[in-house]
């Protein structure tokens, strides 16, 4: 008989989690209440994911010490929770749009390169402290054979399916709304600009500048004949993902990059030009353009430093004001603007709330439908 494995192994605890919904497999209060503040907290997703991965690893070889998931602490029944997390948990994370970080938990510090025992007086550093403890206590409780790893997965994924579902609730009424409004007059550029400005002023939006310009191009692309690449994630850095800036930028039917834009939610510095002109010395291909955008006020100086890169670099280095921008860019497509919102909105969307929190998203859609309002 072949052995179950770790794919099956999620697929089968989602399929029990989707069919017992309504009911908890955990017969502990206290047990339950940590798992749920742990799936319900939105300031740290990153032990979602490393829990899911240490009780998977469990499950699939009960001999490993659910506290050792790092293959450098010392003595017998390490596992490596990186390899599950980022081969088995990350897939079905995406598989099932789970709210949950969509890259692994490993690279956050306080899952980084551990090489103890994970005993329940580690103190991880983070906020906010109480999902480490209660991840730790969780860890603790299987190893002391108080629940099964088996509950435990099914009791965070069912968390995180209810989850799921009350946030789609209200989104699915609001696009309903805005589906009923259709065939009104499309807003005009400067009601957009507005609507933009009312958005980045709320908390948490510092992806946003980037999904701006990302629509930007993803609207008039057939007209400009450039593509921007699929944008990497928000916490991801540049060593990581091998990426040069936030939105790049290529010719269709061509992989060379030729205009690259970095988001910035404080002012522009020199050194954060240097460090842009280090990073296109070592790109692939040769750069027309490296464009920082900002929302914060832009200094003279820095700006005449980025201009004079020119005559030795062969790229034209800008800073760009973000509203000036999309301002000049929606009456200059004035007759896109409408294709221009909507991408926006979608990518707005199909971003992971570790990103793009829910309360941003509705935000957006209920300053949509109250500017489109007025229209009716």
Request: proline share 4%; glycine share 2%.
């Amino acid at each position: 008989m072949s052995k179950t494995s770790p794919a099956e192994i999620l697929e089968k605890h989602y399929q029990l989690a989707l069919k017992n919904i309504g009911s908890s497999s955990i017969k502990s209060d206290d047990l339950r209440k940590r798992i749920e503040f742990i799936c319900r907290c939105n300031a740290n997703k990153a032990p979602i994911r490393f829990l899911m991965s240490c009780l998977l690893a469990k499950i699939d070889d009960p001999k490993v010490d659910i506290r050792k998931p790092y293959t450098e602490i010392d003595g017998k029944n390490t596992f490596s929770g990186r390899f599950y997390d980022e081969r088995y948990v990350e897939a079905m994370v995406h598989k099932y749009k789970l709210p949950c970080n969509p890259t692994t938990a490993y690279l956050t510090p306080a899952f980084r390169n551990l090489d103890r025992v994970l005993t329940t007086d580690l103190a991880l550093v983070g906020r906010p402290r109480e999902v480490y403890e209660y991840a730790l206590k969780i860890l603790d409780t299987v190893h002391r054979k108080k629940e099964t790893p088996q509950n435990l997965l099914q009791e965070i994924i069912r968390f995180l399916l209810i989850i799921k579902a009350e946030d789609e609730n209200p989104m699915q009424q609001l696009l309903a709304d805005l589906k009923q409004a259709d065939d009104v007059l499309p807003l005009s550029s400067e009601e957009i600009v507005t609507l933009l400005i009312q958005h980045l002023s709320s908390t948490n939006s510092s992806r946003l500048p980037v999904l701006i310009v990302a629509a930007a191009y993803e609207a008039v692309n057939v007209k400009l004949g450039e593509v921007g690449l699929p944008l990497q994630a928000h916490n991801a850095a540049d060593k990581q993902t091998g990426s040069i800036g936030d939105v790049e930028i290529t010719l269709a039917n061509d992989d060379k990059i030729v205009t690259c834009y970095e988001m910035k939610d404080k002012r522009v510095t020199k050194n954060d030009i240097d460090v842009a002109v280090q990073k296109i010395s070592k790109a692939k291909n040769k750069l027309d353009n490296y464009i920082f955008i900002t929302t914060d006020i832009i200094e003279p100086d820095v700006s005449e430093y980025a201009k004079s890169l020119y005559d030795k670099t062969g790229v034209e280095f800008a800073i760009l004001d973000c509203i000036g921008f999309i301002r000049h860019y929606l009456h200059f497509f004035h007759r896109h603007r409408n294709l221009f919102l909507n991408a926006y909105q979608a990518l707005v969307l199909a971003e992971p709330t570790s990103s793009i929190s829910q309360p941003l998203k509705e935000v957006l859609l209920v300053l949509r439908r109250a500017a489109e309002a007025d229209k009716r």
